[in-house]
């Protein structure tokens, strides 16, 4: 089974008439609430330093989507630890208020692209400089909003000297506790029985304190999944907690499977696919900022017993993709390379 790509994608692309947005919008949190379709995005633009912002539309539809505003909603705070970019959110709501996890690192990355692999810059410090400064790390803030257009930023999340991202919470909490999904890019080697970076899963009794134990949730298996790392905000079904992950070849090509983890014991995974469910095959998803192939969701909406897939193409656009929800549990259960329901 794959996911079906909408045919008008990109749904948003960059905007040449706002310089923070002309090079990039991609990677978008999206949340289905009170009858709009609230999506945030990463956007970039043409700049030297390549400073990363987050942006805002909405949709009634889920598909055509409008800016709201002509600056970003969340950026780098000038001289703060966030003052290299924000980026990458995810979104999830409890009881009244909007929750929201971010990337952000404490200096600009550059452009990347045109030079090694996932290249970073930071200014020549001392040795007395904590490591989050020396190699410009990136972390995890967390933001929160009740009308999904202010923001307060709340703080950090993870530790400040390890590299940490593609963190995302669960939207309720489970056994009277919040759960998060992270990516330590550290946490690999024989102490941690991963030798590539991997979904990881550990619990809280405050959204801001995190530290306990963190678990090894799931690690790369197949030729499309060297690496892994968490996408989606997991959603709540009847077969478990469906969430969509990436896997990046030993090609940095990045492709979609999907896992049902139980219900009441997060750490516990009862399906996980053994192919891949979206590629990247579209000119956007192929020839954009990043030439080797991306397809990055970070945006999962249930509608009407239908599941919209939101995610960057390659770095540099928007994109949907959809499914019957049904359809895609049936095909996790059937495709997948584990049973632990039992």
Partial sequence: MKLKKYSGNPILSPNPNNAWENLVVCNPGVI??????????????????????????????????????????????????????????????????????????????????????????????????????????????LAIS????????????????????????????????FWMLHRPKDYVGKDYKTEYPSVWIKSSDDLMSWNTQ????????????????????????????????????????????????DLEDPTKVLYRTKDFIMEPETDEETKGLYKWGVVFPTGAVVKDGTLYVYYGASDQWVNLATCDLKELIDFVKSNSRINNNK
């Fill in 32 to 141: 289905y609430d009170d009858g709009v379709f609230h999506m945030l995005y990463r956007a970039a633009g043409d700049d030297p330093k390549h400073i990363v912002y987050i942006g805002k539309a909405e949709s009634k539809d889920g598909i055509h989507f409008n800016r709201i505003f002509d600056t970003p909603v969340l950026m780098p705070q000038a001289n703060g630890f966030d003052s290299g970019s924000n980026e990458d959110p995810r979104i999830v709501k409890f009881e009244n208020e909007f929750y929201v996890t971010f990337a952000f690192r404490p200096y600009f990355a550059g452009q990347y692209w045109k030079n090694e692999y996932d290249q970073v810059e930071s200014p020549n410090l001392s040795d007395f400089a904590p490591k989050c400064l020396k190699d410009n790390v990136s972390n995890t803030g």
């Fill in 214 to 261: 963190s678990h090894l949730l799931m690690k790369g298996e197949e030729k499309w999944e060297v690496k892994v790392g968490g996408n989606t905000p997991p959603i709540r079904t009847s077969d478990g907690w469906l969430l969509l992950y990436h896997g990046v070849d030993k090609n940095f090509t990045y492709r979609v499977g999907a896992a049902l983890l």
């Fill in 146 to 177: 009740t009308d999904m257009r202010t923001f307060k930023k709340v703080g950090r999340l993870t530790e400040p000297s390890l590299d940490d991202r593609d963190v995302i919470l669960f939207p309720e909490k489970i056994n009277g506790k």
